[in-house]
């Protein structure tokens, strides 16, 4: 049960070991740990071995959850279904963004909903795991806040997301919270620097030397398929954000000035981040933003 280690997780452990679960949880962190902790605790909640060895993968309803090649999902339900089973296992079901989608749709927490509307098949737990929660927009939120106000019996809902700051208050209040710790973020510079990250950190370094033009047409990499450029665009404000950070400690240990502007382009930043993900923001219009906004910290 290797998603299920380290402190984060330790009220995953308490719950399955005392029965006393909730109907909600929130897992939010970087990385894959929080979604790997929901698979597993989904799969744990109907595994009928001891609850320390959960899940088992060697009971019946082990095997039945185990995944090999997940069924890549559509929040259009046309190239693909909106939802699908954990494994083959009929009581787990899973509801992420499909490869074309830029969002969780709400025809797949209605999905959800109708789904559970039915009794557990075995007779048990049941779990319904919203990964990529963050990409649910204002509408589908509101679906699935309507499930979390009245939950099924014996139903665990399960959202796993980056950051929770995108979720409605309401929707945070009704989840018993999981954080998963931050990991070092990989390096900007240097050998172990991935090759895209180090050129665009270089870049960045020579933004303040730049006019309105220079940048407008940096922004214009940000054009096209809505799916890659947002994905670029991410890649934009998480690596800005890194060269900020870096900014800021190099200021503050000189101390020759107040950080002020870094520390207001990196709200600017995050307010970017908001948007690409919660109002579907053109990833151009974004860039922009984040480019102007970077110019104005690093001008001399």
């Not at 979604?35 to 899940?55: I, K, N």
């Not at 319904?128 to 939120?141: F, G, H, K, T």
């Not at 579907?280 to 690093?298: G, I, K, Y």
Request: with cysteine; aromatic share 4%; net charge negative.
């Amino acid at each position: 049960m290797s998603a299920l280690q380290g402190e984060a997780a330790t009220l995953l452990h308490r719950a399955l070991a005392s029965g006393r679960l909730h109907s909600a949880y929130l897992l939010s962190g970087p990385g894959e740990a929080p979604r790997e902790a929901a698979r597993d605790f989904a799969r744990a909640l109907v595994c009928t071995a001891e609850p320390a060895a959960r899940p088992c993968d060697d009971c019946r309803e082990c095997r039945r959850s185990h995944e090999d090649e997940p069924v890549e999902l559509d929040g259009a339900g046309k190239r693909g279904p909106l939802l699908r089973h954990v494994g083959d296992h009929p009581d787990l079901l899973w509801v992420e963004r499909g490869p074309g989608d830029t969002r969780v749709r709400i025809a797949q927490v209605r999905a959800v909903q109708n789904a559970l509307r039915l009794g557990a098949n075995e007779g048990g737990w049941r779990a319904a795991v919203i990964a990529d929660a963050e990409w649910l927009n204002q509408e589908a939120q509101n679906a699935l806040l309507r499930l979390l106000e009245e939950p099924p019996p014996q139903t665990c809902m399960l959202l796993v997301t980056a950051s929770a700051a995108g979720l409605l208050a309401t929707i945070r209040s009704r989840c018993q919270r999981v954080v998963f710790p931050p990991t070092a973020p990989p390096p900007l510079r240097g050998e172990g620097a991935a090759p895209e990250r180090r050129e665009l950190a270089a870049r960045f370094d020579q933004i303040g030397d730049a006019g309105l033009p220079d940048l407008l047409d940096w922004a214009e990499e940000f054009r096209g398929d809505r799916v890659s450029a947002a994905a670029r665009a991410h890649s934009l404000l998480e690596t800005g954000s890194q060269w900020l950070r870096e900014r800021v400690r190099e200021l503050v240990r000189r101390g020759d000035r107040d950080p002020h502007p870094e520390l207001d382009a990196f709200s600017a930043l995050a307010a970017c981040r908001k948007d690409l993900d919660q109002r579907n923001a053109n990833p151009q219009m974004v860039a922009e933003r984040a480019l102007l906004a970077l110019h104005r910290a690093a001008a001399p």
